[in-house]
């Protein structure tokens, strides 16, 4: 069982739609990520959270240490929010080295 | 703005090869990291260095090696490129406890 699971695995929605998209992590963690990766590669942070929310735009992440979930919202979706998102962990154990343990990402694709 | 840069976003090398894929950071990052990515299975580590000089196994070493002699540059080096090792190359930079920069990528391809 990977220790970072996400859900859906592929996700297509239109334009205007509310998005959550899940994280689920079996290990201790000292912050969890999410990033975005455009066609082509670059990966860009989107959020690091430890507690609580964060929001940026129409992007929110919320993150529930107790029961090991995150959940990453999209408000009023649009076609250039098409991407794979990705949650990852900085687990305990990693110390400062900030190692993470990735999710096999999500892949969003909203339909103008 | 902060930057990490891989040498090249496409490559085609031939089985047997030696590979060098470089990565430079402007950050003064202590923390590098060499990851690839193939579908289905996400991130894996292959690399990673918290100093000059210095490197940790990740998770999948093995036929890869990395050089650290800059702390702004962090090298993968591929000592004899098999088809198994196609995929994307992502490195990433980061300070203790704080978010990590990748560059954008090394597709490569091994012929």
């Known amino acids: ?12 929605a239109q334009e205007g739609e509310f998005i959550t ?3 689920s992590y079996s290990v201790g963690i000292s912050a969890l990520h999410w990033l975005q990766q455009h066609p082509g590669g670059g990966i860009v942070s989107l959020f690091m959270l430890s ?38 962990v900085s687990p305990s154990y990693g110390g400062a080295t900030n190692k993470l343990i990735f999710g096999t990402g999500t892949l969003l694709a909203v339909q103008p | 703005d902060v930057k990490v840069t891989q040498s090249s976003r496409y490559l085609v090398k031939r089985t047997g090869e ?7 950071q402007d950050m003064d ?13 996400g991130l894996r580590l292959i690399y990673f260095s918290y100093d000059v000089k210095m490197k940790e196994k990740g998770d999948i070493p093995e036929g890869y090696s990395v050089s650290r002699e800059k702390k702004e540059r962090f090298s993968l080096i591929l000592e004899s490129a098999s088809t198994n090792q196609t995929s994307m190359y992502l490195c ?20």
């Open chain 1, 21 to 23: 998209i899940n994280c």
């Open chain 2, 92 to 111: 990433a930079s980061s300070l203790e406890y704080t978010e990590a920069f990748f560059g954008q990528g090394t597709r490569l391809t091994v012929v």
């Open chain 2, 18 to 24: 030696k590979v060098f894929l470089e990565c430079v």
């Open chain 1, 1 to 12: 069982k990977n220790e970072v699971e996400q859900s859906p695995q592929n996700l297509t």
């Open chain 1, 51 to 88: 507690s609580g929310k964060k929001k940026h735009g129409r992007l929110i992440a919320t993150i529930n240490i107790q029961e090991k979930h995150s959940s990453l919202h999209i408000t009023a979706s649009h076609p250039r929010d098409s991407a794979v998102y990705i949650c990852a």
């Open chain 2, 29 to 41: 990052h202590e923390n590098m990291f060499w990851y690839r990515q193939d579908p289905g299975l």
